[in-house]
């Protein structure tokens, strides 16, 4: 795997369903691209866009740490485990499918669509226990600085997952400068720009563009506007189960 991969947003994979609008970063559904497999870990980024009362009926997963954070609008969940929810914006929603789960999503409004980013990760351990976790952002922690949403571990701010990684969101304004290192010197970083623009290590980076980074320990991240992002650390390597 190279140190550095750009994911620009005209490279990416799409399919119009009508009642869904769909950008796949990685190879999924009819989209096939022996190039985008999967980043490390990192094996499903869809950025969904859902008509109302729309949405997937009910369908299998295993062995899989599948992330769904709603940009706008609310989405209806019901699942095998018995968990009926709405995951509105500014949630974020995390399954460990592990021996097999099953579950339905929906746009739980009427009147307007949903937006959500559906993200999928190997985990690092093989037939866990499913299980469920949905948690509110605090928004303010995310102003001008990473605020973590997603951990390896249990915490009272940020969902937890059968992997390590981290997962952290971010609003700066515009001229804002950020640093970041790695929790684990093994991992690969994901960041993608939601809105705005941002410049990292020279590498200038639009609406709906994502880069990789594998060998960079430590990085900046500059808004050239305001921006809002999503950044992902996870393991370069992929468990041997999985080889």
Do not use: C
């Amino acid at each position: 795997m190279s140190p550095f991969t750009l994911f620009s947003d005209s490279s990416r994979g799409y399919a119009d369903h009508g009642w869904l609008k769909t950008h796949h970063t990685f190879s999924f559904g009819n989209y096939r691209n022996s190039q985008r497999i999967h980043f490390g870990a990192l094996r499903v980024f869809n950025d969904d866009f859902i008509d109302s009362g729309m949405g997937f009926g009910t369908h299998p997963h295993q062995n899989m740490e599948i992330i769904t954070i709603p940009l706008n609008g609310d989405l209806a969940h019901k699942d095998s485990m018995g968990n009926g929810t709405v995951i509105r914006e500014g949630d974020i929603q995390v399954m460990s499918a592990g021996t097999g789960i099953e579950h339905s999503e929906y746009n739980a409004n009427a009147d307007k669509p949903v937006e959500i980013l559906q993200i999928w990760l190997f985990p690092k351990t093989h037939n866990v226990t499913p299980r469920y976790e949905q948690k509110t952002i605090d928004k303010k922690q995310a102003h001008n600085q990473l605020h973590a949403v997603l951990t390896p571990n249990p915490t009272e701010n940020a969902v937890w997952i059968h992997q390590d990684a981290w997962f952290y969101l971010s609003d700066l304004d515009a001229g804002k400068t950020l640093e970041y290192s790695k929790q684990l010197a093994g991992n690969a970083v994901f960041v993608f720009v939601i809105s705005g623009a941002l410049e990292i290590n020279g590498q200038k980076l639009n609406r709906r563009d994502a880069i990789g980074f594998t060998d960079t320990q430590h990085f900046e991240i500059s808004a050239q506007e305001n921006t809002q992002l999503l950044l992902m650390e996870f393991p370069e390597e992929l468990p041997s189960f999985y080889q």
